[in-house]
């Protein structure tokens, strides 16, 4: 599986951003899907998971509100929405592919990552 992230780039404080997130390969859109950040001098962090068929996500509480996540079977996509950017949000985001059909906000149950894509929001 190889996954590909995009959409990221310099936005005001306040602004949006909509990342996507390409699957191609030996995909399997039952498994979950993720997205994590790593600020700069920070470890990744959790940001947003979904289940495979779309109907559960889960998010880390301090993003509940702002972003929003989703996914396209057919197209093989994911989407990170994010709204009312703040400068903290400045990272770069990954895209992770689940091993398994439940949401985890753990690195570790996730086996396919994306290269990531700078987010930068200015004050």
């Known amino acids: 599986v190889q996954l590909q992230a995009s959409g990221g780039g310099l936005v005001q404080a306040g602004g949006s951003l909509r990342l996507s997130c390409a699957a191609s390969?030996?995909?399997?859109?039952?498994?979950?899907m993720g997205w994590f950040r790593q600020a700069p001098g920070k470890e990744r962090a959790f940001v947003a998971t979904?289940?495979?068929?779309?109907?559960?996500?889960y998010y880390q509480d301090s993003l509940k509100g702002r972003f929003t996540i989703s996914r396209d079977n057919v197209k093989d996509m994911v989407y990170l929405q994010m709204n009312s950017l703040r400068p903290e949000d400045t990272a770069v985001y990954y895209c992770?592919?689940?091993?398994?059909?439940?949401?985890?906000?753990?690195?570790?149950?996730?086996?396919?990552w994306g290269q990531g894509t700078q987010v930068t929001v200015s004050s």
């Open positions: 979904i289940s495979g068929n779309g109907r559960t996500t």
């Open positions: 992770a592919s689940g091993r398994y059909y439940t949401i985890s906000d753990h690195e570790s149950q996730y086996n396919y």
């Open positions: 390969g030996r995909t399997n859109s039952s498994y979950s």
